[in-house]
Nanobody, 123 residues
Framework: QLQLVESGGGLVQPGGSLRLSCAAS????????IGWFRQAPGKEREGVSC???????NYADSVKGRFSISRDNAKNTAYLQMNSLKPEDTAVYYC?????????????????WGKGTLVTVSS
């Protein structure tokens, strides 16, 4: 059974850091691009970052220089390191499998979603 399970969310103060994990099962993560999305209250889900099967990355402008995506194919896990967090980063963060090895045009190309993990940035 194919699954993506996120972990690592929580409450953090502005300026703090969190690392989200996305553990995959039922398929080999290394064959696919993996995307991280987020959905803030009252807003649409948006793409945050993507990593291709070859390790190429891209980021939304709002998180460039603060977030870093990575993957460990041996552990079948992807990560999102989030630094210098701001209140506007508060959202449910979702891991996704992209139906391709490439991140090109990844936002509408998700074929599997995790259930999400809540990140709250507040003092």
């Amino acid at each position: 059974q194919l699954q993506l399970v996120e972990s690592g969310g929580g409450l953090v103060q502005p300026g703090g850091s969190l690392r989200l994990s996305c553990a995959a099962s039922g398929f080999f993560l290394g064959y696919y691009a993996i995307g991280w999305f987020r959905q803030a209250p009252g807003k649409e889900r948006e793409g945050v970052s993507c990593i291709s099967s070859s390790g190429g990355t891209n980021y939304a402008d709002s998180v460039k220089g603060r977030f870093s995506i990575s993957r460990d194919n041996a552990k079948n896990t992807a990560y999102l390191q989030m630094n210098s967090l701001k209140p506007e980063d508060t959202a449910v963060y979702y891991c996704s499998r992209i139906s391709s090895s490439s991140c090109s045009g990844y936002v509408p190309r998700v074929d599997y979603w995790g259930k999400g993990t809540l990140v709250t940035v507040s003092s």
